[in-house]
């Protein structure tokens, strides 16, 4: 029953940052648009590399023609891959909406690409939660 | 053309660029993770693929 503030993890951790941004505007635009947040928080550096890094992900995959994925009926793990392929926010209503992107299944580069694809709504939705650690203080 | 090679090195660079930004400030320790996160991974998947070359490829995978 110690206290956690005694702990020597604890002790060893580095001061909490100070909260900072509205949560809400600072998720939303961290979903919206790969590096948003961060920028959004006045990290520039941090926020356009991670724009490149999720954009680029994305790019490669829809020139492989990976799948982007949207739920099938019957098929209830479609719904997972979905979420995570929405994590990456407005581009993916683009390409899926805006551009009626397709992947080819039966192009060489569909399972890389899908990959792609699937990883770039993951980052971003990795880029939501270290956006909401740094609003809440917990990261610098 | 597309080389398996040549994707899963710009995959393992993307991925380990990605995480060394996110979960590393001091300049150091981004090198430290990079290589860390990128040779595991490429050197992970060269590995995996020396184990499985004595297996034979089998007939290509139906399409869906």
Same mark, same amino acid.
């Given at each position: +029953?110690?206290?956690?503030?005694?702990?020597? $993890?604890?002790?060893?951790?580095?001061? $909490?940052?100070?909260?900072?941004?509205?949560?809400?505007?600072? !998720?939303?635009?961290?979903?919206? +648009?790969?590096?948003?947040?961060?920028?959004?928080?006045?990290? %520039?550096?941090?926020?356009?590399?991670?724009?490149?890094?999720?954009?680029?992900?994305? #790019? #490669?995959?829809?020139?492989?023609?990976?799948?982007? %994925?949207?739920?099938?009926?019957?098929?209830?793990?479609?719904?997972? $891959?979905?979420?995570?392929? +929405?994590? !990456?926010?407005?581009?993916?209503?683009?390409?899926? %909406?805006?551009?009626? %992107?397709?992947?080819? !299944?039966?192009?060489?580069?569909?399972?890389?690409?899908?990959?792609?694809?699937?990883?770039?709504?993951?980052?971003?939705?990795?880029?939501?939660?270290?956006?909401?650690? #740094?609003?809440?203080?917990?990261?610098? | 053309?597309?080389?398996?090679?040549?994707?899963?090195?710009? /995959?393992?660079?993307?991925?380990?660029?990605?995480?060394?930004?996110?979960?590393?400030?001091?300049?150091?320790?981004?090198?430290?993770?990079?290589?860390?996160?990128?040779?595991?991974?490429? *050197?992970?998947?060269?590995?995996?693929?020396?184990?499985? /070359?004595?297996?034979?490829? *089998?007939?290509?995978?139906?399409?869906?």
């Amino acid at each position: +029953m110690a206290e956690s503030g005694s702990t020597p $993890a604890a002790q060893q951790a580095p001061p $909490a940052a100070r909260p900072q941004g509205n949560l809400v505007v600072a !998720v939303l635009s961290a979903w919206l +648009m790969p590096g948003l947040g961060h920028i959004y928080l006045k990290r %520039y550096g941090r926020g356009l590399a991670f724009f490149v890094l999720v954009i680029l992900s994305l #790019i #490669i995959g829809c020139k492989l023609e990976g799948n982007l %994925y949207s739920v099938v009926a019957g098929q209830p793990l479609t719904s997972l $891959a979905t979420l995570g392929s +929405m994590g !990456v926010g407005f581009p993916y209503f683009l390409l899926r %909406y805006g551009l009626h %992107y397709q992947g080819n !299944v039966m192009g060489a580069g569909y399972e890389y690409g899908t990959a792609f694809l699937l990883t770039a709504g993951l980052m971003n939705s990795l880029l939501v939660l270290d956006v909401w650690d #740094i609003v809440r203080g917990k990261k610098e | 053309m597309l080389s398996h090679f040549l994707l899963m090195v710009t /995959y393992a660079l993307i991925v380990s660029l990605f995480f060394t930004l996110l979960w590393r400030r001091d300049r150091r320790e981004q090198v430290k993770l990079f290589l860390q996160i990128f040779l595991g991974m490429v *050197g992970g998947g060269l590995l995996v693929a020396w184990l499985m /070359y004595p297996f034979p490829s *089998g007939p290509p995978a139906p399409i869906p």
